[in-house]
């Protein structure tokens, strides 16, 4: 099976812009999830979705939202960018909700100047 | 919500030696608790894995033990290797409530 692939691998964006990653989790798996890694604050959770129903929300401003589609590839869009965002963005999918394992994609290193 | 904790945030250990990471959680109901190795410039990888009715589990080189009552869970890497180093992270997660508490992370550096 294909592994969990994120698009794009890089991007670079100025203050204020907004961005959208896209996430395509494993085949059958129904369960997307997306963190931030940064250095100073470690993985981060954002959301998780499964069955296009946002699930779960950590503790990040309404700036970041998501959404998944019937196909279970999922986007994370960030508005109003601010230089603190800069960061790997993670998403990772697992067969359904509730304990079960998460695969991670490469991430998107987004970079905000 | 679920607070993680992990020591050391650094490790150095000679090749062959054991190493030893150590999480705690504070939310009783989390009941899976996966660890994660992430060399530089790659994607966490899932290492092993232990859920709430099992004591310890071992695959290979690694073992993992939890400590429900005292609410800790250790990962043990026995026989250290070059390729062991990276970063390692634990995670806590209560079932049917698929959000993931990571620790902040064990640098490994496994000297030749």
């Known amino acids: 099976k294909a592994g969990v692939t994120q698009t794009p691998r890089y991007l670079i964006k100025t203050r204020g812009q907004q961005v959208t990653l896209s996430c395509s989790p494993i085949?059958?798996?129904?369960?997307v999830s997306w963190y931030q890694q940064t250095p100073g604050q470690g993985l981060q959770f954002l959301f998780e979705y499964f069955s296009e129903t946002q699930r779960n929300k950590g503790n990040f401003p309404g700036r970041f939202s998501g959404r998944q589609f019937s196909n279970s590839r999922s986007e994370m869009n960030v508005s109003t960018l601010e230089l603190g965002d800069s960061a790997l963005y993670l998403c990772a999918s697992s067969f359904g909700p509730g304990g079960n394992e998460q695969y991670f994609g490469p991430g998107t290193r987004l970079t905000v100047t | 919500g679920e607070n993680v904790e992990q020591h050391p945030s650094t490790l150095s250990v000679q090749e062959g030696d054991s190493a030893v990471i150590k999480c705690t959680y504070s939310?009783?109901?989390?009941?899976?608790f996966p660890w994660y190795k992430q060399e530089l410039g790659k994607r966490p990888q899932l290492i092993i894995d232990?859920?709430?009715?099992?004591g310890e589990k071992k695959d290979q080189r690694i073992a993992v033990t939890l400590n429900k009552t005292a609410k800790h869970f250790s990962l043990h890497i026995t026989e250290t290797q070059p390729e062991d180093s990276a970063v390692y992270f634990c995670a806590a997660i209560r079932d049917n409530f698929n959000k993931f508490y990571f620790g902040s992370g064990t640098k490994l550096n496994v000297k030749p």
């Open positions: 939310d009783s109901a989390s009941n899976y």
């Open positions: 232990i859920r709430s009715n099992v």
């Open positions: 085949s059958g798996h129904r369960s």
